[in-house]
């Protein structure tokens, strides 16, 4: 029994993603999802609360056959303590997969077994391509499942997305504190 | 389609939950449950991490026909802003089952609807309870799900609350910095 | 130009803490009044937030002739940094009213003045007494001054307080994640 | 009875700022201040504390006929949590003053009617300009009420501004711990 | 070459401490001493800061002739993350030294060797009893080392533990921001 | 009896810092030494974590006939509470050794003696340069104290930088929750 674990931010989730998991459950036993920087939303860069990013999850992936745990995960700002606060907030996992170089490197000096996914056409499959072309008007619904555009839509979240891009902040500099 | 929230710590999930989202599952067309207080583990009233409980749970709902949401909430200590961390972690939810006053209390100022499930022998069906015969070598295995036992048995979690009991720190000042 | 400082938690602002204001405004030339572990509320010792006690102050202090600032302070669970915390967040002043030994402890290993206040009937004139009072329905208006006694009713003050005593949780575990 | 809600960072507080609270002086009968990022100061963008903020807008709305509540609020670095945390620390409020796009879209989301005011000469009559007329020791002080001058004067303001600008630390990085 | 850790909360130092590092310092090769709780000071149970403590502790071992890093350890209140966060600040160690069953599990589930070294009069030599009877007037200066004593006596320590515990509020409620 | 107070991220611990270090030994009767950031490790601008800092740094500073601690420090991000924070952490000092304009000032804000150290090559020896050495694959062992080169070796710290360094993230989200 082999429960594979697979981390992103899913701002928004889209076919990219589906294409891996869709890849890690043809081998895996069971997947646990990790939301990560969970507790942000309502930014240019992270639009989507961890409930709606969670929604467009297990929205898309009702068609695999095997068990599927969708977790939140906070960021704690401290890399050292990261992968135990990772592993204290989901199930039991045997192997990860990442082709994010931190994410490797963490989970590798644990000594726990790491694989890269095969990624499906990665540059048009990114969240920040997808959140530039909502901002722009442009065709985006291509990019995600079914699911991830109708919880978008339900929520507003293309409005949301452009209202919050006509803040003058900058990306590090987006809490609603940061006006002049 | 309406969402059902219920919440709780889980330290360890029991029979009395189980009973009260079988009795959720016939109204509700899905369930999202908190697992409450997430960041602890490894404490005499709090053994096992959100991961652990997270796995109990989901074994023990198998047979539920709608969809269940699992999600750790960790505590932010700030009664005010508790409703609006829950929310931003889970899916959109139309009414909560608790009869914990302060939470009815916090939904309620937020005009949330409220209802009380019923309990299913309460004194006995509880975390305390259990975890005290856990420590004391008492029948313990009848009282939750057979899921909830195979996952306490594999984790060493029997041995894990004996251990944490030898502790002299109350339930106040339960953290490793504690001790004299 | 004399400012004096003056803290409490105000839960709720009571007759004893006006007759300490009254006479410090006698004669200092403004007061700066913290308003302690602003970010607490809907717990049985702190039920109030601090917007509600901030409303109840100002309310009370209308006929008071001199400036006076309401601020409030969060805690930050670090007594070495507590004064620095404070000074940082209010006007500068000049001395300090308190009866608190761990107040006046720490502000005077700054080497900042500090005096303690006359009291006023103390047993009576308390938060913990006022709350008892609100709890078991006896008198309580009397011990406090009559824009207080508005406000509590404005909010539902009375079956806040009532609502989460119900709660079985104490005193240090009374967030909502503590329940059974 | 109307209470309204400004926010800004008042870094520092300018005649832009009280334009604009003049104007809602005129229909509102009391206006709540926040003071937002309360916790920081001694940075390029950021020099003073809320204290002294504090101290400038008091000092500045002298005049100003109905009641103002001047309140400082620290950042939460959750967007989702941030309109409930503010509703926390200030007395309830009807509407909210903001021409911040994420500001107005947080509060939009909670259904609180906002604002946005008539601005005055706003690309003169900002934080931003202002800071960098002290640093460079062009003209600043006909930019801002006469207490606020007066405060940034006793407090040494323009000589902290220059030194911390001395600072190779970016924006970003200019915590007293960043440096090589 | 084998570097042991041992790490406590020394409110004060004492002689019980320094009979175990004695101890210890016959077998390895380095000692770390990790300063729990290194955040709290100037409460009943934690008197002392971070800084006083390691003052204590280096004055003891100046006779020690192998290598010892004294560090302070902040809280972080979540055990499943304590061992990642301590070995995160201190240097690499080998095998700790505790008869604290809580630390024992947390660093047993990871795999690190425990030992419990022999205590010396354990009833006699507690933080617990010295911090008593400095505040009763009864000898304690017998119960640490010399070193201790100076620098309890340099920073006004009997008098801050006596004034301290004048204050009313309990082990559990004693930052300042907790009178009445 | 003059204790000195030096503080740097030490990213890695380099020549420069030595020669500085050398210079104030010279003149004080014992040197406490501050690790900042130390919660931070694992991203490019600091790869190490607070204890492979330590240990470089007592590594290389054997010969320093006076006593020296070293002690890390987590950042607060609260300027104004910094100096109580790094006092309360640390045992009492005397004057502090700087060149940071930002540490100059919060010093002497709180009228604490502060002293700029003569620097040695100033833009060779920083932890910017070495750091570029070590990704890049020239030659950066000539920069450090041997000590230095030995623990980074020893934890694989030239293999870190790398992995770290392929990360798309840029210095300001560099958490492992960041990657698209």
Redesign the interface.
């Known amino acids: 029994m082999t429960r594979a674990f697979y ?3 899913f701002q928004p989730y889209h076919n990219g993603n589906q294409y891996v998991l869709e890849q890690i459950a043809e081998t895996a036993d069971a997947i646990v999802i990790g939301v ?8 240019k860069e992270n639009p989507f ?4 990013r ?2 467009m999850i ?1 929205g898309s992936l009702k068609r695999i056959p095997i ?1 599927v ?17 990772v ?6 996992f045997d192997l990860i997969y990442s082709s ?7 989970f590798a ?1 644990e000594t726990i077994p790491v694989q890269s996914p095969a990624m499906y056409e990665r540059e048009l499959h ?3 391509e997808i959140r530039r072309r909502i901002l722009k008007g442009e065709d985006w619904e291509q990019l995600v499942p079914g699911p991830v555009a109708e919880v978008i839509r339900e929520i507003g979240g293309v409005e ?1 997305i452009r ?5 003058d ?1 900058d ?10």
Do not use: F
């Open positions: 981390i992103g931010r990560g920087s969970a507790q942000l939303s309502h930014e609360t961890a409930g709606e969670i929604l297990t068990p745990y969708v977790i939140p995960i906070e960021d704690i700002k401290r890399n050292a303590l990261w992968v135990a606060h592993r204290s907030m989901v199930p039991p994010n170089p931190l994410v490797m490197r963490l000096e990114s969240g920040t949301r209202q919050i891009a006509r803040d902040c990306v590090n500099d987006c809490s609603p504190d940061r006006w002049l």
